[in-house]
């Protein structure tokens, strides 16, 4: 019996420290435009945090001017929704730009930054060269907003009323990496199969001891 429950003990305190999953959200705000980051940074876009630790942050660049050096991007993650929060982490990295007007896809590494699930944050960039643009979307005639958890944010006014972005419905292309839903992990279905075995067994195995006590007060 009390290996019994040994093993179960051991079986749920394996499921409970079980890592969360890392997720990746991606947004993609359908758009091809582009926005300078040195003109009109830091730019960068406001959004809800899905999970507590975010692990990587990534936008979608473009080439605006291939004449330019190929600089260093500066990241830094915001406490808040506004582009004069308190900066949570900042990194750096050089983007491997393309072509001109080629979007591509370059990821910050934060390690592992805790967070609040639900809350909003704003991630953004600044440049020291006007090489390297941010995707946006939607298309200029769009009028819906594509993504309902925050905005794209510029430092100087980018967009004229024709954009529709003055209008708050144009967010960024990004996507990031999370784990550790304060929800907690959810368990694989092997796992949910090993803890019903153990509570069936357990609850055999007290039935069965429940049977022989009687047994022995009959006697």
Known sequence: MKRMMTAVALAMATVAAMPAQAATVVQDAGGTRGTSIFQYGPVGQSFTMVGASLTSFGFQFQTIST??????????????????????????????????????????????????????????????????GLVYGPAANATADGYAGGQLLTSKPAFNANSNCTKGICDANFRFTSADATGGAVPEPASWAMLLLGFGVVGATLRRARGLRVARQIV
């Open 67 to 132: 004449a330019q050096t190929n600089a260093a991007l500066t990241f830094a993650l915001l406490d808040g929704s506004t582009l004069g929060a308190t900066v949570l982490r900042q990194v750096t990295g050089t983007p491997v730009a393309g072509a001109a007007r080629q979007n591509f896809w370059y990821d910050f590494d934060l390690g592992s930054l805790a967070l609040t699930d639900g809350a909003t944050y704003t991630a953004v960039v600044s440049a020291t060269t006007d090489r390297l």
